[in-house]
């Protein structure tokens, strides 16, 4: 696993988008699976300028949506689909053939999980996994105590996992369960890298890394990538020893 720690938020965010980009130089058609939420903003912009700037180019990549509110869909304003719509598909103009995302309103969830398991098996596993960290310690919904050997599945939403969730809702949502990326296929996933920013962030990245590797707090998960990466600002690592 590589640790690194960045002086700020800006550096952080372009230092992951330009390791993004490395990637598609070397493999065009690479399969990323990209998370939504706070953190992930300032990447995506900064890889919207190095692909305009035209220092690597996303015609022929997939990107695969991390994971998705069950019962939302990509009207809603809080999900996980508008968002990296808002900001990475959309920007990039990216076309929905070049996307996979849940479809958090199917009739039968668990088959949906099961066709989004075959869709990233099928190419041979993501080449890149983009992910956050939760105050609890989750990887996108894998709450704590989710076995490390699923692949993509039905999530009962933890208590702070509902709370924290309601700040992309401009009027209270109901959120009981997620559809999610399992921890499994992070492993598998070629490069996994986590990001996290801000002090809020500090106590989670001191037990992940410094922890024990337990499925009770699913970020510790990281310790054991073989090629793993977890890049955090200086407040997200204001915590560690």
Known sequence: MDFQIFPDYETLSRHTAQHIAALLNRKPDALICAASGDTPVGTYRALVQLVKN???????????????????????????????????????????????????KAADLEAECDAMTRFVDDRGGFDLILVGVGLNGHIALNEPGTPFNLKAHVSELAETTIVVGQKYFSEPTPLTQGVTTGLQQLMDAREAILIASGSKKAPAIKTALEGPVTEEFPASIMQTHPKGYVWVDADAAGAMN
């Not at 990509?74 to 990296?84: F, R, T």
């Open 54 to 104: 035209g220092e690597t180019s996303v015609d022929r990549c997939t990107f695969v949506g991390l994971d998705e509110w069950v019962g939302l869909g990509p009207e809603s304003e809080g999900s996980c689909a508008n968002y990296l719509q808002r900001e990475l598909f959309g920007p990039l103009n990216i076309p929905a053939s070049q996307c996979r995302l849940f479809d958090a």
